[in-house]
């Protein structure tokens, strides 16, 4: 979970705290975030009843002594003794599919994602709505001054990998439509750094409010010089509802979904690379980049991590943990700092990469190294598909960890 988005879930919830002493407690949508929110009550004496959820396939799913359950299940607790916390992106469908199905109890949205859809039209709700419209409209007014010539690219949100395959088929796009030129926007440093690896020259990293005031005026002028690069709704179309019905790895989504290419157009590897200056610290092909975290995806236990350390060691090989922030070197191994442009040469030199599939895992997918994936065994969304199906990349080994699976277990998955 973003650091920004985990900061203002941590101050609404304690803003809510009182009104959640004697309550049951629902959590809306088994994912990620909803888990480290489940913790996060948990670090303040506070269990959960259920983790209710639409998907079939997750319920029965425990996390921490925690069940996913159907949201019918929420009803047979009285609405005043209940309240239900939403922490994803689709409170607005959840809010609406607890009061169709008859729930009168609290239902509380503690991170606000979807700024675009509000079930209000208070006198208040209208006179914020438009300040910000005026405010995005004059942010894409400036942008648009400034690259005159070139087509606006934008990133909604801040995930390495989908800004990776967005760069990826960018180019056959432009070339599609006829543009010699963009501008990318995105909403971080490191998305920044992805961009400049694929060339990009005219990058803006603009605040996620900013970025998000910008977008609402983009769609609500259409304007054709302007391209929201995400599937999510309401960008482009509702390309989510697809995947009820069918698999379509991510990376396909932006390639067809997305920029409307054809399945077998080639994507553009990275080339802006820079070699960090220390690999000669590195013994060559006899040491092992660990990467055991982030943002969006549940975490792996501390004990798996620990066995693939002592494994390594055993077998005389020097470990490292890449960390940034404040991210702390695992137990056993040193610390590794470095730029996104230096990971492919510290790998390539280290000859070893285990990490928990994140959007590092695409950024690194070229590496000439043995490269193995970690996936939490989850269910895509709302949808049939596990991580696995949406996520998994030919360059690696793609292993799928199940709760009580050891280190020794995933080998002989991997055969190694």
């Not at 888990?35 to 959960?48: G, I, K, R, S, W």
């Not at 603009?206 to 302007?226: G, P, R």
């Not at 969304?381 to 699976?405: H, L, P, R």
């Amino acid at each position: 979970m973003e650091q920004a988005r985990y900061d203002e879930m941590v101050g609404t919830l304690y803003y809510y705290m009182n009104r959640l002493t004697g309550k049951k407690i629902f959590l809306f949508g088994h994912c990620e975030a909803t888990l480290t929110l489940a913790d996060l009550l948990a670090d303040n004496n506070l269990t959960p009843t259920a983790i209710i959820d639409n998907s079939k396939n997750k319920h029965g799913i425990e996390y921490k002594g925690i069940s996913v359950v159907p949201p019918m299940e929420v009803l047979k607790v009285q609405g005043e003794n209940a309240v239900v916390l939403i922490v994803t992106r689709f409170y607005e469908s959840m809010y609406e599919q607890l009061i169709k199905l008859g729930f009168t109890g609290e239902v509380i949205k503690l991170v606000d994602y979807n700024t675009y859809a509000e079930y209000s039209l208070s006198g208040e709700t209208r006179k914020r709505k438009y300040e910000r419209v005026v405010y995005g409209q004059k942010l894409l007014n400036d942008l648009k001054e400034k690259y005159k010539e070139n087509l606006i690219i934008f990133c909604p949100f801040n995930a390495l990998g989908d800004i990776y395959f967005c760069l990826s088929y960018l180019p056959t796009f432009l070339y599609k439509k006829g543009y010699d030129d963009y501008a990318i926007c995105v909403s971080s440093n490191s998305s920044a750094a992805v961009a400049r690896l694929f060339g990009s020259k005219n990058i803006e990293v603009l605040k996620q409010k900013e970025l998000d005031s910008v977008i609402q005026a983009v769609i609500y002028t259409q304007d054709e010089n302007c391209f929201i690069a995400h599937q999510d709704r309401p960008y482009v179309v509702n390309l989510h509802k697809v995947l009820k019905l069918k698999r379509i790895p991510l990376e396909k989504i932006y390639c067809c979904g997305i920029f409307g290419l054809s399945e077998n157009t080639n994507p553009v590897e990275p080339s802006n690379w820079n070699k960090w200056d220390r690999l000669d610290d590195l013994e060559d092909n006899k040491c092992v980049i660990i990467s055991p975290y982030a943002k969006s995806v549940t975490a792996l236990p501390d004990g798996l991590w620990n066995e693939v350390v002592s494994d390594y060691s055993d077998r005389g090989y020097k470990v490292y943990t890449n960390v940034c922030g404040k991210e702390k070197a695992l137990v056993g191994t040193e610390e590794l700092r470095a730029e996104l442009s230096e990971m492919k040469s510290i790998l390539e030199r280290a000859g070893t990469f285990i990490g928990i599939r994140s959007g590092l895992c695409d950024v690194i997918r070229t590496a000439n190294c043995k490269k193995i994936a970690l996936y939490p065994d989850y269910n895509y969304c709302d949808t049939q598909w596990k991580a696995i199906d949406m996520y998994s990349i030919d360059s690696f080994e793609n292993v799928v960890y199940k709760d009580g699976d050891t280190w020794e277990m995933l080998k002989k998955k991997m055969k190694i």
